[in-house]
């Protein structure tokens, strides 16, 4: 728990959110500014900065979140696909340095 991180509070629920999924590793919910129809994140309950600051430990929670995210898109009524988007430092465009996967669909044209 990071004291200054909006994912790390809404983790603690001390923010609110609205969210469509949770276990003991993970936080799914919607992402307040959506650019698609449906915009989720899918964020680890452990405050890791971004994909850089993964370590072998991490290999089994980033195991967990790529096979959950399909299973959250067919949820979301994805059938026929789905973006992912990792955003890692501020080169990359990653605003919130808590590190989470954008699930996106609904109107995705090519990139
Ligand atoms: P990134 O650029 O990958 O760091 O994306 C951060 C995302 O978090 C943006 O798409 C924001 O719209 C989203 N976001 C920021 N604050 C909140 C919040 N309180 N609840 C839900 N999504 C948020
Ligand atoms: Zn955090």
Same mark, same amino acid.
């Given at each position: 728990?990071?004291? !200054?991180?909006?994912?790390?509070?809404?983790?603690?629920?001390? /923010?609110?959110? =609205?969210?469509?999924?949770? !276990?003991?590793? @993970?936080?799914? #919910?919607? =992402? /307040?500014?959506? +650019?698609?129809?449906?915009?989720?994140? @899918?964020?680890?309950?452990?405050?890791?900065?971004?994909?850089? $600051?993964? $370590?072998? +430990?991490? =290999?089994?929670?980033?195991?967990?979140?790529? +096979?959950?995210?399909?299973?959250?898109?067919?949820?979301?009524?994805?059938? !026929?696909? #789905?973006?992912? @988007?990792? *955003?890692?430092?501020?080169?990359?465009?990653?605003?919130? #340095?808590?590190?989470?996967?954008?699930?996106?669909?609904? *109107? /995705? +044209?090519? /990139?």
């Amino acid at each position: 728990m990071h004291a !200054d991180c909006i994912f790390c509070k809404i983790i603690a629920g001390t /923010i609110p959110c =609205d969210q469509v999924y949770s !276990d003991e590793l @993970v936080i799914v #919910f919607k =992402d /307040i500014q959506p +650019r698609s129809p449906v915009h989720l994140l @899918v964020v680890p309950r452990e405050h890791i900065i971004s994909l850089s $600051e993964l $370590e072998p +430990r991490h =290999d089994a929670l980033m195991a967990h979140i790529m +096979r959950l995210l399909p299973t959250l898109a067919k949820q979301q009524g994805l059938e !026929d696909g #789905f973006r992912t @988007v990792i *955003n890692t430092g501020p080169a990359g465009g990653q605003v919130v #340095f808590h590190l989470h996967v954008h699930l996106m669909g609904g *109107n /995705i +044209r090519g /990139i």
